[in-house]
T-cell receptor, first 115, second 115 residues
Framework: GAVVSQHPSWVICKSGTSVKIECRSL??????MFWYRQFPKQSLMLMAT?????????EQGVEKDKFLINHASLTLSTLTVTSAHPEDSSFYIC???????????FGSGTRLTVV | GDSVTQMEGPVTLSEEAFLTINCTYT??????LFWYVQYPGEGLQLLLK?????DKGSNKGFEATYRKETTSFHLEKGSVQVSDSAVYFC??????????????FGRGTSLIVHP
């Protein structure tokens, strides 16, 4: 149980275009999902907390107009990287918590490459 | 704020060697503690967890004991295999006001096991 599906696994896009990444909780409802960015050989950087039915909470330094988050249902959150640039190339990972103290289940990640 | 400190890697071992990856934390209250593993090119997977002091989490030969007196959660394995080569993240989850939980991750420790 507690499976989180993330799609796509990898994407290559042209500079200036937008890319949408989906994160789904397959067998549980997640009122809160988390979006992380991971730079090579570094830890996870929390970008934002996605809240079902309300606005996402962004961490300091993360541009909310650049990284649009929508959490329209209890099982789906999306992250859209708008007007992507090469510096946005990174590994993006979503996660959700099944229940208190259960631990966070992570999606398999999305490798974004902007050319 | 809450924080997690992990030993810097990479940790390089020969197969069947004993593994210890140190993790210490600072947190208010009584957090839950986790170890996650990330294999190359993949997302994070929960390896083990402990929710209260003196709890021992274990999985796949890995163990970690929640030590409140030393605020530590060191990861150990008696005999590592080449397939254990990955990045290991220590994390904590503490309740915030309002009942939400925000995870905090260490920087990750890369483990390289040679045949």
């Amino acid at each position: 149980g507690a499976v989180v599906s993330q799609h796509p696994s990898w994407v290559i896009c042209k500079s200036g275009t937008s890319v949408k990444i989906e994160c789904r909780s397959l067998d549980f409802q997640a009122t809160t999902m988390f979006w992380y960015r991971q730079f090579p050989k570094q830890s996870l950087m929390l970008m934002a907390t996605s809240n079902e039915g309300s606005k996402a909470t962004y961490e300091q330094g993360v541009e909310k107009d650049k990284f649009l988050i929508n959490h329209a249902s209890l099982t789906l959150s999306t992250l859209t990287v708008t007007s992507a640039h090469p510096e946005d190339s990174s590994f993006y990972i979503c996660s959700a918590r099944h229940s208190p103290n259960y631990g966070y289940t992570f999606g398999s990640g999305t490798r974004l490459t902007v050319v | 704020g809450d924080s997690v400190t992990q030993m810097e890697g990479p940790v390089t071992l020969s197969e069947e060697a004993f593994l210890t990856i140190n993790c210490t934390y600072t947190a208010t209250g009584y957090p839950s503690l986790f170890w996650y593993v990330q294999y190359p090119g993949e997302g994070l997977q929960l390896l083990l967890k402990a929710t209260k002091a003196d709890d021992k989490g274990s999985n796949k030969g890995f163990e970690a004991t929640y030590r409140k007196e030393t605020t530590s959660f060191h990861l150990e394995k008696g005999s590592v295999q080449v397939s254990d080569s990955a990045v290991y993240f220590c994390a904590l989850s503490a309740a915030l006001s309002g009942g939400s939980y925000i995870p905090t991750f260490g920087r990750g420790t890369s483990l390289i096991v040679h045949p």
